[in-house]
């Protein structure tokens, strides 16, 4: 059972361009979303987080768009970079669980040709 | 300036053998946590600890036990290895339950034969 499923597993994208990266979840109870930033050999690093009273957050060329209805949200790389060729997970969390407990998704490796 | 140091960072095990990860950080946090990274996956939560001689079972504990008897120390320990552990194991820790930054280890590489 996961609870927050991210697509796609892979993704190319030339210098430049914009990565999109979608996550979906199902507990309604879930009020915290941040996205994690994985480099080769080194563990993940949080990028940037949103909470469900905002439909957007921007923090230089990242973006998280969230829709609360659809139980959806995204992690959008503007003009992307070589150096973003990462692995990223987007994660979800409970607050009134009082564990601070993150529950990730699958996972997404970026490639950023040059 | 460590920050979450896990140890020993690679390890092969034979099926049957018994081993324990070593997390330690420096940054008097609270909350620790033990994940599991296989490709595909994600990172799954096995254990966590939300203070001093506290622990819970996450999503995959079978198989793993912990404890967390000093705040800066959170051991995970397998008492029979086998192949389905083969895994990256990261721990990592929280101050603080609302702002959720969690602050990951580099990784330990376990291979179960």
């Known amino acids: 059972q996961q609870q927050v499923k991210q697509s796609p597993q892979s993704l190319i994208v030339q210098k430049g361009g914009i990565s999109i990266i979608n996550c979906a979840y199902e507990?309604?109870?879930?009020?915290?979303f941040p996205w994690y930033q994985q480099f080769p050999g080194k563990g993940p690093a949080l990028l940037i987080a949103?909470?469900?009273?905002?439909s957007e957050k921007k923090e230089g060329r990242f973006t998280i768009s969230f829709n609360k209805s659809a139980k959806q949200f995204s992690l959008h790389i503007m003009d992307s970079q070589p150096g973003d060729s990462a692995t990223y997970f987007c994660?979800?969390?409970?607050?009134?669980?009082?564990?601070?407990?993150?529950?990730f998704g699958q996972g997404t490796t970026l490639q950023v040709k040059p | 300036n460590a920050g979450v140091t896990q140890t020993p960072k690679f390890r092969v095990l034979k099926t049957g053998q018994s081993m324990t990860l070593l997390c330690a950080q420096d940054m008097n946090h609270e909350y620790m946590y033990w994940y599991r990274q296989d490709p595909g996956m994600g990172l799954r939560l096995i254990h966590y600890?939300?203070?001093?001689?506290?622990?819970a079972k996450g999503e995959v504990p079978d198989g793993y036990n912990v404890s967390r008897l000093k705040k800066q120390n959170f051991l995970l320990g397998l008492e029979s290895a086998a192949p389905s552990q083969t895994s990256v194991y990261f721990c990592?820790?929280?101050?603080?339950?609302?702002?959720?930054?969690?602050?990951f280890g580099a990784g330990s590489r376990l291979t179960v034969l």
């Open positions: 990592a820790s929280s101050g603080n339950w609302a702002t959720n930054v969690l602050t």
């Open positions: 507990n309604t109870a879930f009020d915290y």
């Open positions: 600890s939300v203070g001093e001689g506290t622990t």
């Open positions: 949103i909470r469900p009273d905002v």
């Open positions: 994660a979800a969390s409970r607050g009134s669980s009082n564990t601070g407990k993150l529950i």
